[in-house]
């Protein structure tokens, strides 16, 4: 009885918990963080950048080169010709924002990662909304080393030119994977938050995209204070539920994130190169137990 009544009670203070501040839920000014610029893609699908007769870096990608081995000091340019219509985006949206320059902070308390996307709201195009119910969303993927090139390419291995929105495609099929399997461990772990109603989603990225099925995600909140962004993660490092990678500490995964800016739907979004994640261990973005 007593036992049963304290399980209770233990619940309750979790459930609190995770309505606020989360009881393990790191000092965030004492956490680094990682300037992380993400850019206005247009129309650039793995097929385009692995096409070596358009992408200049295709021949040493395949030698194993990293996208930000080459564009690392290029990102906001990058993103100004694409937003502009100069180069791939035969539909630029006039006064899009080319680039955002975002700060990703992370840590782990042994049960939790914790991460902080922070950035400032860029100012809006005045485009007829996308998605008028979310101003912004912001996803992040993780990958445990499985799918083929995603240490070097992060999320452009889901990111195909049949995909929809993209010019001329499906309006149903979604981002996949070549070879896409849960149970192969052929996936990329999803998660979002929304901010029309502070929504959050646990999905994955395998044959396709499912925003469902997880169970790592504890909480996903974000505020805009006078234009400043904060959106915090926390997601158990154990995962649990279908298209959950289970975190390790000592390990890296490959990650990468995206922001919908601008009510923006599909591929309209603000895109990261691919990086390395460490749970406790040394890796571009290293989530270290606080
Ligand atoms: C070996 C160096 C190299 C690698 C690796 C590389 N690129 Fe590029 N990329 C280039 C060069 C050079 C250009 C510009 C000229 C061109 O389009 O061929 C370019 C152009 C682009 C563009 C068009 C915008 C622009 O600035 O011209 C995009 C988008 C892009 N790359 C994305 C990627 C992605 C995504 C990856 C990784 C999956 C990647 N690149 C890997 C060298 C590289």
Redo the contacts with the bound molecule.
Sequence with gaps: MNMKLSAVALGMTLAMGAGSALAGAPDWGSVEARKIPIFY??V?P?EW?TNGT????????KKG???V???DE?IA??GK??ASGS??EPTPIPGKAPSIAVNVQAANDGENLYLRFSWKQPKASGAPKMDADNPVKVAFMLEDNKIE?AD???C?ETCHQDARTMPGADDKKTKHVDGGNVDAGKFYDLMQWRSGKGEMHDGYVADKRVMEGGKGLVSAEGKNEGGNWSVVFTRKLAGGGKGDIALVAGKTYNFGFAIHDDSAKGRFHHVS??YSLGIDADADINAKKQ
């Design positions: 893609p247009g650039s793995i950048i358009e992408h200049g870096g295709a021949r040493l990608l080169e990293a996208c081995d080459c564009h290029e340019d990058m010709k694409m180069k791939i090139r070097q390419s992060g452009w190169f691919g």
